[in-house]
Nanobody
């Protein structure tokens, strides 16, 4: 059974930093894409950042220059370093994984709250 285990969310003041981690357990096929999405009440889930096996990355315009995504392929783990956090970054952050046969998996979500 595939499980994405997230950690690192919490409460931080504006301008502060947090680091999210997500470990993929029980994934049989190799992972292609790992990333993070976020969602606030009443809004659709939106892309934050993705990273491919070859290291190529995509970021939402709103987080470019502040967030950095990275991964450890040996550990099936993806990280999101979030700096210069703003109140508008407040959301539930979801880990995302797509394997090489295009199956998609989601984490349970971790709350990030930025106080102004």
């Amino acid at each position: 059974q595939v499980q994405l285990v997230e950690s690192g969310g919490g409460l931080v003041q504006a301008g502060g930093s947090l680091r999210l981690s997500c470990a993929g357990l029980g994934i049989i096929f190799s992972i292609n894409v790992m990333g993070w999405y976020r969602q606030t009440p009443g809004k659709q889930r939106e892309l934050v950042a993705l990273i491919r096996t070859d290291g190529r990355t995509n970021y939402a315009d709103s987080v470019k220059g502040r967030f950095t995504i990275s991964r450890d392929n040996d550990k099936n783990t993806v990280y999101l370093q979030m700096n210069s956090l703003k109140s508008e970054d407040t959301a539930v952050y979801y880990c995302y994984v797509m394997d090489v046969v295009a199956r998609q998996f989601w984490g349970q979500g971790t709350q990030v709250t930025v106080s102004s």
